[in-house]
């Protein structure tokens, strides 16, 4: 399997933009996490879901920003508008039914200008 | 919720040294216990995990302890290589999580090995 695959690894745009991340999770996994990487927060989970199932949103910042999973192979997380504060590298990881080992994605490296 | 404290935020050692890495947790009903080693440009990797039915684990030259009773767990390199250098994170599952395994991530510790 090519593992976790997130696109686009980098991503430049202007304020007030809309940005898409999308992310294809290991075959045969159930569980698909997006994580925000911050020098100053770290690695903070935004939403999780099971089975295509949003469980948890509280860590979506607000509601510019939202997420869907259309089907168990893809998930998208959109930014609209985008903020420069909203700069920050995306992880999106899988994980096995009932199984904790978490695989990550190389990451989107976001650039809110 | 689940809070993951870890120290020293940087570590720098001499080739071949042992390096130690320290997290506390909050949850004293935190059962998995997972480091990553995150290399530049690339999404953290899994290098070691222990439950809470264990008190230690090893895999060649890693290892990870954990007390349940002081809440803390901690990773272990010993004889250290320049491709060890990395952000080494630690993390927790949140009691009540088991369906989801929501990993709550420690702050990073950037490991420098020097050669």
């Known amino acids: 399997d090519a593992g976790v695959i997130q696109s686009p690894r980098h991503e430049v745009t202007e304020m007030g933009q809309e940005v898409t991340l999308r992310c294809k999770p290991i075959?045969?996994?159930?569980?698909l996490f997006w994580y925000r990487q911050t020098m100053m927060r770290g690695l903070e989970l935004l939403i999780y879901f099971n089975n295509n199932v949003p469980i948890d949103d509280s860590g979506m910042p607000e509601d510019r920003f939202s997420a869907k999973m259309p089907n168990a192979s893809f998930s998208t997380l959109k930014i609209q508008p985008s903020e420069p504060r909203d700069s920050a590298v995306y992880f999106c990881?899988?994980?096995?039914?009932?199984?904790?080992?978490?695989?990550f994605g190389q990451g989107t490296r976001l650039t809110v200008v | 919720g689940e809070n993951v404290e870890q120290h020293p935020s940087t570590l720098s050692v001499q080739e071949g040294d042992s390096a130690v890495i320290k997290c506390t947790y909050s949850?004293?009903?935190?059962?998995?216990f997972p480091w990553y080693k995150q290399e530049l440009g690339k999404g953290p990797q899994l290098i070691i995990d222990?439950?809470?039915?264990?008190g230690e684990k090893k895999d060649q030259r890693i290892a990870v302890t954990l007390n349940k009773t002081a809440k803390h767990f901690s990773l272990h390199i010993t004889e250290t290589q320049p491709e060890d250098s990395a952000v080494y994170f630690c993390a927790a599952i949140p009691a009540g999580e088991d369906s989801s395994y929501k990993l709550i991530f420690g702050s990073g510790t950037r490991l420098l090995v020097r050669p």
């Open positions: 949850d004293s009903a935190s059962n998995y």
């Open positions: 222990i439950r809470s039915n264990v």
């Open positions: 990881a899988s994980s096995y039914p009932a199984r904790a080992e978490a695989f």
């Open positions: 075959s045969g996994h159930n569980s």
